[in-house]
């Protein structure tokens, strides 16, 4: 069994996946989307790696503002868990994400990855730092 990390977003989704031991999370790809509340596609590619990768919980990465309020995005993301729930059947656990996206870009530069090239990944690494979190605490609590 893994553990599945997701960084929803309003036209993408970065999905990661746990190490069967979970200690390490992996980037696996970006579910693209033409529109913001098209999810239907999305939500099937979702159980389609559940089950190739045999997850048995999924985190969900929560954008709460810095002073720890619920935007409107936080607002979308918390009705995408509810979805996700109920279609897959598996425990969501929601992630602060605050300045995830931040460390992913930050992670991106070290590696050398030009500025215009940066987008067609950060969204993957976001949700490798989501999921990487999650599994730190879960240590940590074991």
Not at 29 to 40: V, Y
Not at 103 to 109: F, G, P, W, Y
């Amino acid at each position: 069994m893994r553990i599945m990390g997701l960084d929803f977003g309003s036209k993408t989704v970065g999905v990661a996946i746990s190490d069967p031991l979970f200690v390490t999370a992996q980037g696996i790809e970006i579910i693209r989307r033409k529109e913001e509340n098209k999810l239907r596609q999305t939500l099937s590619r979702i159980e389609e790696l559940i089950g190739e990768y045999e997850v048995s919980e999924i985190v969900l990465g929560l954008p709460k503002n810095m002073n720890d309020t619920l935007g409107e995005r936080a607002k979308l993301t918390l009705e995408f868990r509810e979805k996700l729930e109920r279609r897959t059947g598996l425990p969501v656990h929601m992630w602060d994400e605050r300045l995830t996206t931040m460390a992913a870009d930050k992670a991106m530069m070290e590696a050398g990855i030009r500025r215009e090239n940066r987008k067609d990944y950060v969204d993957k690494i976001a949700a490798v730092f989501i999921l990487q979190g999650y599994l730190g605490l879960r240590t940590t609590k074991n």
